[in-house]
């Protein structure tokens, strides 16, 4: 079954020029993909049609196959949990305990439930500890990892990140790509909105290049990532594996692989590595 399906949707805001011109793609139930392009793509004005809260102007979006201009936020975001970029926007609780609490009270969950999900929550994002504090105290990356328990706490079918990685050092982006990977053995479908064209080349296997309000690119992420005629059109640069393996390409022609893992490529790399005296 198709998680999400677009079709032919175009949307502007009052009094504005159209920012989704003609959007139509699909998303299968367990895919990831990525979404990339530069400020004012409308990738944020996509995914927001995603749970209702924007509804087409025109074309349709399907959740599930339910039409979402048909169906309320409320419904739809029992379905799909985004986390917007600035997590500000997402927090009202005194504490860090209610905020993640708040939607299983929401949805109705025994208290018992919610007491176990929030502290299996809270571990998994490491913000046990944290509990009593206000979220309005913590650090910009702990506001990001909130946000995503407030969704992973009721585990929607679908879960989109709106720029994640952004204020997370390397060993917080490792944690999110080893939750990526949890969510994707427990058949989420998980999409993400990332300027971060290094930990997208390494976690996501589809990507969609957007640029003024329409789809440049929809395909492999090994395979776009190495075409710099859509990455330039859409003011994106290269992974920086993808840079490297293009310059050594360019040196020493086709070198039998594309990898956009660090792995990948020094076993490309040494391929290219000739035995000195025959050893």
């Known amino acids: 079954m198709e998680a999400l399906k677009v079709e032919d949707l175009w949307f502007r805001y009052e009094g504005g020029e159209w920012v989704l011109k003609g959007i139509s793609m699909k998303v299968s139930m367990g895919e990831d ?54 997590p500000l926007h997402m927090f009202f609780s005194n504490t860090v305990w209610e905020e993640i609490a708040f939607s299983l009270r929401n949805f109705n969950f025994p ?78 479908t998980i999409i993400v909105i990332s300027h971060d064209v290094d930990f997208i080349s390494e976690n996501f296997s589809r990507i969609v290049v957007m640029s003024k309000g329409q789809i440049l690119a929809d395909g492999k992420t090994d395979e776009i990532m190495y075409d710099t005629k859509i990455l330039r059109e859409a003011n994106l640069v290269e992974p920086i594996i993808a840079k490297i393996m293009i310059e050594i390409e360019r040196r020493f022609g086709r070198v039998g692989g594309r990898p956009l893992r660090t792995f990948d490529a020094i076993r490309v790399i040494r391929s290219l590595v000739r035995p000195v005296g025959g050893e």
């Open 111 to 188: 208290e018992e439930v919610i007491e176990k999900r929030v502290r299996k929550t809270l571990s998994i994002l490491g913000l046990e500890g944290m509990e009593d504090r206000s979220p309005f105290t913590l650090s910009g990356g702990e506001m990001r990892r909130l946000a995503l328990a407030c969704v992973l706490v009721y585990d929607p079918d679908i879960i989109i990140m709106d720029e994640p990685t952004v204020g997370q050092d390397p060993l917080q982006k490792e944690i999110l790509a080893e939750i990526i990977k949890m969510l994707k053995l427990q058949g989420k």
């Open 33 to 86: 993909l990525a979404i990339v392009g530069a400020n004012g793509a409308g990738k944020t004005t996509l995914i927001k049609h995603f749970n209702g809260l924007l509804k087409p102007m025109k074309g349709r979006v399907l959740v599930l196959g339910k039409d979402t201009r048909k169906h309320s936020v409320a419904e739809l975001s029992k379905i799909v949990g985004i986390v917007f970029q600035n």
